[in-house]
């Protein structure tokens, strides 16, 4: 049977073929034995191609089946071949291959993808690169290239391919602008990224990179705009983590001397660092460049970390230079390392009760000291002054204003604690802020500058086992770009295909937009809540927590953290956090430090000491700080970036878009190991399954007739350079002999298929012979379709010529009718009997005769022959003369004469007879035997005459009980009409909620994937079904993941349930067998419903997973059949109006789908029952097609009667023997009913 792709919770899909149609799906065995075969839903099983497996696409779009299966197929067979990008329309996938691939990325390729459109070249960064700057100077209009994907899925390294391939093309006449772009790259790389579990360096913070160009489209400036960075990070990375690679770089990679001058030794020594991973990153060569000193006891024991691209002592030095290629002097350069040392000195400074404070303070502990004054040396703050600040806190009277009384409260340890890493964060996220700037200011941009291209590189949806705040932040940011990438892609496209009156199926897809409100909305808005916690007199974060489930208590996308799949967040209280419905999964967030991290401001007195500050550095960081203002006033770093996230989509939304995915393969950060259910999940989280279903109709590719036009014309001679814009597209694409279905022809614009713009145009840029054929075949186009116009309008012309000739003989036509009529009513019955008279000349004749056979009174009769004769001609006479006779005077004299004849030639007959009979005797008996024979043959024919009535009275009947049956129909219609109504509302709120429910168990299939990921990510435990607590609406039988069942088979297994045999777990061989062997007619009758109904899901399927390109290959009956039986309600009859036993025969003819019209064949099927027993079909010129229940199942229609509707065609019921004849002229063997079977 079918070769298909089967879900797999490993390798995402496996190769398998089905073996059984089951009541609950398909069995499927898999083709590889290491697997085991397994029963799956339909919805789990996709189409696979059977031949060329091995073969993979360019274009995910140009494959035969497009589903989920084959995408993941194509991408990791190509994975496995180094070729790691491939294209869904214009959308890259990109697989992180954790390795150098050769050439991949040399001037060389770079160079060969300049100026190529997308689908020339193998999929690439350069080729989506080279489109977005094609865009941008066709299209005048600026571009964002959105780089998405989970940590470690290779954005930034993507990005930073984007931005060399922009600079090396169209930035070496820029001069220092071009390298200083690059340069930013490491620099933000050195401050901003860090050692995680899921990256070596992944990017703790987003970025939007801005790259403008100038009016002659070079490259004229930049522009960085950056996002949230991780300030938890800088005070306490944990476990196999590191903090900032900046650190690390200057205590492995920093000359001695500044070493010393900062007091940097190695990272365990640091508070700050030792709660982490403390091994720096090197190659064996740099190694062996560190000194004891320098390496910490995990370093010097378990020896460097090893990553491709890092490596802490070289990339010092790198980024040393790249900071002077900005523009830093040497000074500026100490000073920001100055910074960096200064925070880490500060976090070595710790505290205790202090003993001689009565109110509970805390002091600096004396063995801490030495830390307190580097720091303060480091920070040019005086050291008495820094230690008060983190001692106590100033607080003024309020009543007094500016000259209220000053009070000095001093702080416990732990508040002493948070008081010393809030300055930490503040100088380290500050000084960040500074670099960005810095960066910005050595690359300006002139305001007149052109257009820009934007790589937007964000941290894509995060999950931990422990989220806070910033997983918060960064998962509300992929739910508003997860929205756009919906818009752009599904919405925008659907909604243009419909407004250009391109007929493309309708692709649903989940509508996030009540999650972000759930974040984002004025009033009750997770984050509008927290801010009003801050404001209050006692901001608790229970409080917070508490008041968002009040507010969105019957929300479905927020639950309580109990209804974790994870083992871990269901032990924290209903008011310790919260769980968010995310479109890529349930993420449980803990809101203990949302408070705090949602205000970064410090408070007054350490604010007032920094700005004091002697550093001249440490003053301009927070020169401009957002100082604590007052409660009411402050803004939350939520509130920013709510604010920052609404520019950011609003230049979004303005720019062209262009998407690039990226995939992790594997979690072990390796190369050469692709996990199948990792990439399909993010394949699924990214999107990409709903867009592959979008362009399974979709042309992803189109442009406007005037742009196209503006775009070749100069490719082009004068002559066709005159063409109007629509000629012009119409005429280059029909000589162009691209395929019809290739493209096609909206009102504004051309669209194409994926991959045939590419060819469009590179037939369009061509060599010129080329053109030069392509130039001739327009002209000889324009040429045949003028001709065509002309003979058109000849033709028209002589249809007009000919409707007038017509005319003028239909006139004529009119007057002799006309005037004939008025003739014949003035003339007719004059001539009408004199005619007769005149036949009475004959009765005459045959009166002679008669006398000349007489053989007596001949002269006598004679005689009155002759006067008879003479009264006929005065009587003509008499008439022709009368012109004004009436016709009632002519008829009665006719009628007088006629009577005369009549009497005289009775008279003579008399005579005639007498004197015959005897004569006549011999012949009469003669006569008698013909007539004998002529009674038979007219009895014969009666009787066939007779018989033919019967039938006919047979099919009259046959039409009353058709007639019958449709009013009997139609008053049970009738009658379930209300009872429908009913239903049908309530079908409707049962599929709505059907669809939700499907949407949901989606999603709680998408949040299992995700739980389990952390579950094994974190040796964590998973529970099955957790109860939905507050959403209701879900029995606890829908939380398994079985697939929910339609209704209709709910239906049908309760009533099967009630019947007499339960046939679930009967495999579909055993119902054939049985339906072709059993005796038992109610078993047998059972069976056959089972087996229809398996066989009619079984077609569904494959109808939803047919071949593209040829269509409904399989059809089993004609497609009005098809059609009625999809029109047919699916109420269940109340009573049926067919019993069992009927066999009621069919014929409807049918045109193959594709064929020609004219060759129209026939349709003929039995039903025995309910379903179809004998089937035939006749086509013109091919063999006839005889099939058999029992036999033939899988080709034949599997509707029951009532389903197909041809008891409701007129006509279509034809006679047994008509069906016979037929059966038996093709050579159909004797039907036996499947009751009468012998086994
Ligand atoms: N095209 C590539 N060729 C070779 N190696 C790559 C490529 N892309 C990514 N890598 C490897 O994967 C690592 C992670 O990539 P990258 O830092 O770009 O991930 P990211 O998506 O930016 O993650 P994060 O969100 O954590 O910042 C890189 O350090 C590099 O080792
Ligand atoms: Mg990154």
């Known amino acids: ?45 996709f189409k696979a191609q059977e031949d060329d497996k091995d073969k993979d696409y360019d274009d995910n779009c140009e494959m035969v089946f497009l589903n989920e299966g084959s995408l993941l197929n194509n991408i990791r067979i190509r994975y496995y071949q180094n070729k790691i990008y491939t294209y869904v329309a214009n959308i890259l996938i990109a697989v992180n291959p954790y390795k150098d691939i050769p050439q991949l990325y040399s001037a060389p390729t770079i160079k060969n993808y300049q100026g190529k459109s997308l689908g ?137 001397s500044l070493r010393k001058q900062l007091g940097l030794t190695k990272p365990d020594d640091y508070n700050y660092l030792k709660t982490g991973c403390t091994r720096y990153f090197t190659s064996s060569a740099n190694e062996k460049k560190l000194s004891a000193g320098q390496k910490s006891a995990d370093h010097a ?237 006692k901001p608790a974060y229970n409080h917070f927590t508490s008041e968002i489930h009040k507010h969105w208590a019957n929300e479905y996308r927020i639950a309580l953290p109990r209804s974790s799949k994870l083992k871990s967040h269901r032990s924290l209280r209903d008011d310790e956090g919260f769980l968010i419905r995310h479109f890529a999964g349930a993420v449980c967030y803990q809101t203990k430090q949302f408070l705090d991290k949602n205000n970064d401001a410090l408070h007054a007195s350490l604010e007032g000491i920094v700005q004091d500050s002697k550093n001249k550095l440490i003053q301009t960081l927070f020169a401009t700080s957002n100082a604590q203002k007052g409660k009411l006033t402050f803004i939350s770093v939520g509130n920013k970036f709510k604010t920052q996230l609404l520019e950011l989509m609003e230049k979004l939304r303005k720019n062209g878009t262009n998407f690039i995915r990226c995939i992790k393969p594997n979690n072990k950060m390796i190369d050469g190991q692709f996990d199948g259910a990792l990439s399909l999940m993010q394949l699924k989280c990214l999107g990409m399954t709903s867009v592959l279903e979008l362009m399974e109709h979709g042309y992803p590719s189109r442009a406007p007739f005037a742009d196209l036009y503006n775009m070749y014309k100069d490719y082009l001679p004068p002559e066709l350079k005159k063409l109007e814009p629509k000629i012009f597209c119409e005429a280059m694409l029909h000589s162009l002999k691209l395929r019809d279905k290739d493209f096609k022809f909206g009102v504004s614009r051309v669209f194409f298929r994926p991959g045939k713009f590419a060819e469009f145009d590179k037939i369009m840029k061509s060599d010129p012979e080329n053109l030069k054929a392509i130039v001739a075949d327009v002209k000889k186009f324009l040429v045949k379709s003028r001709w065509l116009k002309a003979q058109f309008c000849a033709l028209t012309v002589i249809k007009l010529k000919n409707k007038i000739i017509y005319r003028k003989r239909a006139l004529i036509v009119v007057q002799k009718t006309v005037r004939g009529y008025l003739t014949r009513k003035k003339y007719g019955p004059r001539i009408k009997v004199l005619s007769k008279i005149k036949n009475l000349n004959g009765n005459l004749k045959k009166m002679e005769a008669i006398a000349g056979q007489l053989k007596k009174e001949k002269e006598s009769t004679t005689n009155d022959i002759n006067k008879l004769k003479n009264e006929i001609v005065a009587t003509m006479d008499k008439i022709k003369k009368d012109g004004k006779i009436q016709p009632s005077a002519i008829d009665a004299l006719y009628a007088q004469i006629v009577a005369k004849v009549d009497n005289q030639m009775d008279s003579l007959q008399k005579k005639l007879l007498a004197q015959k009979n005897a004569e006549e005797q011999a012949r009469l008996r003669k006569i008698q035997e013909e007539m004998e024979r002529e009674k038979k043959r007219k009895e014969e024919e009666e009787r066939r005459l007779k018989e033919e009535e019967e039938n006919r009275r047979k099919k009259a009947e046959m039409e009353a009980k058709r007639k019958l049956e449709e009013e009997q129909r139609r008053k049970q219609e009738e009658a379930d009409r209300r009872e429908a109504e009913r239903l049908q509302a309530e079908q409707a709120k049962e599929a709505l909620d059907e669809r939700r429910y499907q949407e949901r168990l989606e999603q709680e299939r998408q949040d299992h994937e995700l739980a389990l990921r952390l579950a094994q990510e974190s040796n964590g435990q998973i529970e099955e079904s957790p109860p939905m607590i507050r959403n209701g609406g879900m029995d606890s039988a829908r939380q398994s993941f079985k697939l929910n069942r339609s209704e209709a088979v709910k239906n049908q ?26 005796c038992d007619i109610e078993l047998l009758e059972a069976c056959r419903h089972e087996f229809h109904r398996r066989l009619k899901v079984y077609h569904a399927w494959k109808a939803k997973n047919r071949k593209r390109t040829i269509m409904d290959e399989n059809e089993r009956a004609p497609r009005s059949v098809m059609e009625s039986a999809a029109r047919t309600p699916k109420l269940q009859q109340k009573a049926p109006i067919l019993d069992n036993n009927s066999q009621r025969y069919f014929r409807i003819p049918f045109v193959r789908p594709g064929g020609d019209n004219s060759k129209r064949g026939w349709w003929y099927a039995h039903f025995d029952g309910q379903y179809v027993a004998r089937q035939i079909e006749l086509h013109p010129e091919k063999p006839p097609i005889l099939l058999v229940a029992g036999k033939d199942d899988m080709q034949m229609c599997e509707l029951s009667l009532e389903e197909t509707g041809l008891t409701r065609k007129r006509g279509a019921e034809i006679l047994e023997n008509e069906f016979n004849k037929e059966w038996e002229k093709h050579g159909g063997g004797k039907y036996v009913r499947p009751a009468d079977r012998k086994q």
């Open 1 to 45: 049977m079918d070769t298909v792709w089967a879900r797999d919770p490993t390798e995402g899909f496996i190769l398998g073929r089905i073996s059984e149609l089951l009541v609950e799906g398909a069995e499927v065995i898999p083709i590889n034995p290491k697997f085991q075969r397994r029963v799956l839903p339909f919805s789990d099983i």
């Open 120 to 256: 020339q070249m193998p999929p690439h960064v350069f080729a989506v690169a080279d489109k977005a700057f094609r865009d941008m100077k066709v299209l005048k209009q600026s571009q964002s290239i959105i780089v998405s994907g989970e940590s470690g899925a290779g954005k930034t390294e993507s990005t930073k391919h984007l931005l060399k391939y922009l600079c090396v093309n169209w930035g070496a006449q820029a001069g220092p602008i071009e390298q200083k772009i690059l340069d930013a790259n490491p620099v933000l790389e050195a401050f901003g990224n860090a050692k995680t579990t899921r990256n070596n360096n992944s990017s703790r913070f987003g970025k939007f990179m801005e790259v403008h160009f100038d009016k002659s489209l070079h490259v004229a400036g930049g522009h960085i705009s950056h996002y949230l960075l991780e300030k938890s990070r800088i005070c306490s990375p944990q476990g196999d983590e590191r903090s900032y690679h900046i650190f690390y770089m200057m205590m492995a990679g920093a000359p001695e």
């Open 301 to 537: 024991k378990s020896g460097p970390l090893r990553d491709i691209l890092l490596d802490d002592v070289e990339d010092f030095t790198t980024l040393d230079g790249a900071l002077s290629r900005l523009g830093l002097s040497d000074a500026d350069r100490l000073q920001i390392y100055t910074t960096v040392a200064a925070v880490l000195h500060l976090g070595n400074i710790e505290f205790e009760d202090n003993p001689e404070d009565t109110r509970g303070g805390c002091r600096v502990s004396p063995s801490k000291a030495k830390a307190l004054d580097i720091a303060s040396s480091l920070l040019g703050i005086d050291a008495t002054e820094l230690r008060q600040a983190l001692e106590s806190r100033v607080m003024q009277s309020s009543r007094g204003g500016i000259k209220g009384t000053v009070i000095m409260v001093p702080l416990k340890v732990y508040e002493a604690n948070n008081a010393r890493d809030a300055l930490a964060k503040a100088i380290y996220s500050n000084l960040f802020d500074y670099i960005v700037n810095r960066i910005n200011q050595s690359i300006p941009f002139q305001a007149s500058s052109s257009y820009y291209i934007g790589v937007l590189d964000i941290a894509g949806f995060e999950f931990f086992t422990v989220n806070s705040f910033e997983q918060f932040c960064i998962n509300y940011c992929n739910e508003k770009l997860q929205q756009f990438f919906n818009e752009v892609i599904l919405k925008f496209e659907q909604e243009l295909y419909r407004r250009e009156g391109l007929s493309v199926p309708e692709v649903s897809f989940v509508d996030n937009q009540d999650c972000i409100d759930l974040i984002e909305t004025k009033n009750h808005g997770i984050l509008n809540i927290l801010d009003e916690e801050s404001k209050l007199p």
């Open 1053 to 1078: 297994q309760a009533a099967l349930a009630k019947g007499k045999y339960d046939l679930s777990k009967w495999k579909y061989s055993e119902l054939r067998d049985t339906i072709n062997t059993s």
